[in-house]
C-alpha cells in the first residue's frame, strides 16, 4: 500500500506528530539502519524515538546523522535513564543526548522509567529545561496510572504530555487502566515494539494469524500494517516500530493508508484478548 501519513496531536502540546513513527532500540550504528531512518523521513515518518540508553549513546548519534539539514522535519525524542534522574544529571544527560543528535532542542524529553530519585526532582529539571529551550515538553515512558497520576498531582494539568508503553496485540494490558487515564487527561501513548516479539501471528497458520491474514488480504495490505492500524484506532496512540532497512520502513508507512472497518476491528479484538488486570508490563 502507498504511504499516507497522518498526522495527530500530541497529547496536551497540541503539536501535529505523524501517528506512525520510527523507532531505533537496537539498531545502533548501523549502514543499514540509517538508510532506513532517512527514507522514513521520506516517507513522513517524522516522529523519531531515540534514549541515551540505546547502544550508550550510539543511537542518538545514527539518529544524528540520519536528520542532519531535516532537522525541522522532525519531531524528536529522547529518554533519560532514571540514574540519571537527579535533577543535575537530568541536566548533564539531556546536554549530552543533545551534543549526540547534533541538535539545540528535543521536542520531547522522557524519563524512561521510574527509579529511585524522586519525581519532583526529575519534574523540575523537566522544567528548567522547557525554560531553556533544550525541550519543548516531555512525558514519561513505563508509568502505570497510579505514578501517571502522581505525575499530574506534581506538576498540574497538561502533564506528563505523553507515556510510552508497550502495545501490541499480544500485550494489551495498558487498556484496562493506563490508555482510559491517558485519555481522561489528554497524554499521548506512544506504543514501543508494536508487532511484539512473537512473529509467528504474521506468518504463523494459528487462528489468531489467520484473522491478520485473512483482513490484510481483504485490503491489499499485510498483516503487520493491519497490527499497526488496529493500535491507532484509539486517536490519542502513536506507534514507534522500528525497521533497520528501508523495505521494512515502507511496509511501516503503508500501514496509514489502511483503514480497518468495525468489523474487522471486531474480528482483531476477538482473536487478541486483553487478558488480565496486572502490574504495567515492560521490556
Known sequence: MAAKITTRPFGSSHRQVACIGQGTWKMEGSAAGLAALRRGL??????????????????????????????????LVSKVLPSNASKSSTLAACEKSLAHLGTDRLDCYLLHWRGGVPLEETLSAFEVLVRQGKILSWGVSNFDADDLAEVLGISGAGHPVCNQVLYHLQ??????TVLPWCRKHGCAVVAYTPFGQSPGIFDGGSKPARVLSEIAAAHGATPRQVALQFLLRNPEVFVIPKASDPAHVLENAGAGSLELSKADIAKIDAAFPWGRVRGLPMI
Open 42 to 75: 521520506d516517507l513522513g515518518l517524522t516522529h523519531i524515538d531515540t534514549a541515551e540508553m540505546y547502544g550508550s549513546g550510539a543511537a542518538e548519534r545514527l539518529v544524528g546523522k540520519a536528520i542532519a539539514g531535516r532537522r525541522d522535519e522532525v519531531f
Open 171 to 176: 500485550e494489551r494490558a495498558i487498556e484496562h
